[in-house]
């Protein structure tokens, strides 16, 4: 009889803990799925931010170069002027 009522009781306790224990399962599950996704939208992001950094740095330097190119332009139209006064003279 001991042994009958300590086997229903074991097994009632492993009934009540099957609930928990398919939790469990879905956590674990949830948990993957969130590594994976941390895994997967991590480099692209990084990814993205390069490409926007490098794309301002671009910007930046094609900026640069026209007004390099305009101060150029105006110093040696300023150098041309300043010769031809000085040729006329």
Not at 38 to 51: C, G, K, M, N, W
Not at 63 to 84: C, D, E, F, I
């Amino acid at each position: 009889m001991r042994r009958r009522g300590l086997r229903i009781a074991l097994a009632s306790l492993l009934v009540a803990l099957m609930p928990f224990a398919l939790k469990q399962y879905v956590v674990q599950e949830y948990l993957l799925a969130l590594i994976v996704m941390v895994l997967v939208s991590v480099p692209l992001l990084l990814v993205l931010v390069a490409f926007v950094l490098l794309q301002e740095g671009v910007r930046r330097a094609l900026r640069g170069l026209k007004t390099s190119m305009a101060q150029l332009t105006v110093w040696s139209r300023l150098h041309l002027r300043a010769s031809r006064l000085r040729a006329r003279l």
